[in-house]
Every structure is written in C-alpha cells, then in structure tokens.
C-alpha cells in the first residue's frame, strides 16, 4: 500500500501527510500553529 506514496510528486506526498495527520492527531495541529509566530 505504502509504496505507491513513492510514485506521487512531492507535493502531493506532503499533501497526503498533512491529511494524514489531521486524520490521526487533530489536536497536534493546533498545537504546532501555537509555536508559529
């Protein structure tokens, strides 16, 4: 399964992490813009 993640550009592997990620820690996103000045 993971390995079709390395036939896609780099900006849609970076767009399906983020996605990912929202999916599996919702809450840790807010914390990351927090930091952001």
């Known amino acids: 399964m993971?390995?079709?993640?390395?036939?896609?550009?780099?900006?849609?592997?970076?767009a399906l992490f983020k996605a990912?990620?929202?999916?599996?820690?919702p809450k840790e996103e807010n914390k990351m813009e927090k930091l952001l000045p």
């Open 2 to 14: 993971y390995e079709a993640v390395g036939d896609l550009k780099k900006a849609d592997q970076l």
């Open 20 to 25: 990912m990620k929202q999916d599996l820690h």
